[in-house]
């Protein structure tokens, strides 16, 4: 079992940028990926990054603000907001899963990370 940590939530203003770190307690997985919720909306699928391949994905309303990476030195993938709007205010969380898993689908996941806050307000 993969145990996940998230890191670098905080509060931000428009237009601002925030780097979120996940680490992975092992390096036994093939995708990461980020999902957020928002206060009353339902979950959503950010984001998620393959091993080894890096493929990455994203959703529509953050492909030209987010970026993906990771490190395999430290069992650790990076998701990059820049350019941050009011709507991308809630919580974000980590997930692991195998590489049957799609992207968007908060099912296929098995392994999440207590989650981290990003609030964008001025």
């Known amino acids: 079992q993969v145990h996940l940590v998230e890191s670098g939530g905080g509060l931000v203003q428009p237009g601002g940028s925030l780097i979120l770190s996940c680490t992975a307690s092992k390096s036994a997985y093939d995708v990461i990926g980020w999902f957020r919720q928002a206060s009353g909306k339902e979950r959503e699928g950010v984001s998620c990054?393959?091993?080894?391949?890096?493929?990455?994905w994203f959703t529509n309303s953050v492909k030209d603000r987010f970026s993906i990476s990771r490190d395999s030195t430290k069992n650790t993938v990076y998701l990059h907001l820049n350019n941050l709007k009011p709507e991308d205010t809630g919580i974000y969380y980590c997930?692991?899963?195998?590489?049957?898993?799609?992207?968007?689908?908060?099912?296929?996941?098995?392994?999440w990370g207590q989650g981290t806050q990003v609030t964008v307000s001025s």
């Open positions: 997930v692991a899963g195998d590489r049957s898993v799609v992207c968007a689908y908060s099912r296929d996941f098995s392994t």
């Open positions: 990054i393959s091993s080894p391949a890096d493929a990455t």
